[in-house]
T-cell receptor
Framework: AQSVAQPEDQVNVAEGNPLTVKCTYSVSGNPYLFWYVQYPNRGLQFLLKYITGDNLVKGSYGFEAEFNKSQTSFHLKKPSALVSDSALYFCAVRPHRDDKIIFGKGTRLHILP | EAQVTQNPRYLITVTGKKLTVTCSQNMNHEYMSWYRQDPGLGLRQIYYSMNVEVTDKGDVPEGYKVSRKEKRNFPLILESPSPNQTSLYFC??????????????FGPGTRLTVT
C-alpha cells in the first residue's frame, strides 16, 4: 500500500539550532512531494514541493527539503529555528500517475526559547 | 484575495440528520478535495474532483457524498451522519499546472460534532 511516514510525533529544538522533520514514503514511480504547515486553529499552508530536478528545494520561511530517492525520504530542514516555527508539519505525496494525495500523520514542532 | 472558503466553520448536529458543508474557491482551480483531520491519523482524503462533473473516492469515502456542478464549488454531503464522523474537515483546491503539481490551497476548516 502507498503510504507516507512521519516517524516522530513531536520534535523539540532550541531556538537558533538547526531543525529536521523527517518524512519517508512508499509509493510507486516518481512521486511529487510536499510539505505543509498548520498553525493553531488554521488551515494548512503550503511550504515547498519537489517535482523534479535539484534534490534540494527551498520554500517559504527559510525552510528547505532534500529529496533522497534511494532512501525514499524528503526531510524538512531549517538552519536556524525560530520560536514562530512552532506548528504542526505535514508531509504529503502524490504518487506518479495518480490524482490522490496521501498525507503523513503530522509532526508537532516545538521551538524552545 | 485568492481563497478557499468553507461554511459553516462549526457545526453540532445529531445522528442521522443530513447536512452539507459548502466549499468555494475563487482561483479557477480544476482540482478540489475534501480531507478529514483526526488526532493521530493526520489528514485523510475523502473525495477529490479533477474538474466539473468528475469526482473520485479518496481513502475514506464511506458515509460521504460530493458533487461538482460548478468549477468553484465542491460541497461535502453527509446523508446520515454518525458520531464517528465527528472530525475537523478541510477543503482544498489546486491548479492542474503543467506536470500536475497539485500544490494545494486549504480552507480554514469546519469542526463537526455529531452526537
Amino acid at each position: 500500500a502507498q503510504s507516507v511516514a512521519q516517524p516522530e510525533d513531536q520534535v523539540n529544538v532550541a531556538e537558533g539550532n538547526p531543525l529536521t522533520v523527517k518524512c519517508t514514503y512508499s509509493v510507486s514511480g516518481n512521486p511529487y512531494l510536499f510539505w505543509y504547515v498548520q498553525y493553531p486553529n488554521r488551515g494548512l499552508q503550503f511550504l515547498l514541493k519537489y517535482i523534479t530536478g535539484d534534490n534540494l528545494v527551498k520554500g517559504s520561511y527559510g525552510f528547505e527539503a532534500e529529496f533522497n530517492k534511494s532512501q525514499t525520504s524528503f526531510h524538512l530542514k531549517k538552519p536556524s529555528a525560530l520560536v514562530s516555527d512552532s506548528a504542526l508539519y505535514f508531509c504529503a505525496v502524490r504518487p506518479h500517475r495518480d490524482d490522490k494525495i496521501i498525507f503523513g500523520k503530522g509532526t508537532r514542532l516545538h521551538i524552545l526559547p | 484575495e485568492a481563497q478557499v472558503t468553507q461554511n459553516p466553520r462549526y457545526l453540532i448536529t445529531v445522528t442521522g440528520k443530513k447536512l452539507t458543508v459548502t466549499c468555494s474557491q475563487n482561483m479557477n482551480h480544476e482540482y478540489m478535495s475534501w480531507y478529514r483531520q483526526d488526532p493521530g491519523l493526520g489528514l485523510r482524503q475523502i473525495y477529490y474532483s479533477m474538474n466539473v462533473e468528475v469526482t473520485d473516492k479518496g481513502d475514506v469515502p464511506e458515509g460521504y457524498k460530493v458533487s461538482r456542478k460548478e468549477k468553484r464549488n465542491f460541497p461535502l454531503i453527509l446523508e446520515s451522519p454518525s458520531p464517528n464522523q465527528t472530525s475537523l474537515y478541510f477543503c482544498a483546491s489546486s491548479s492542474r499546472l503543467a506536470g500536475g503539481t497539485y500544490e494545494q490551497y486549504f480552507g480554514p476548516g469546519t469542526r463537526l460534532t455529531v452526537t
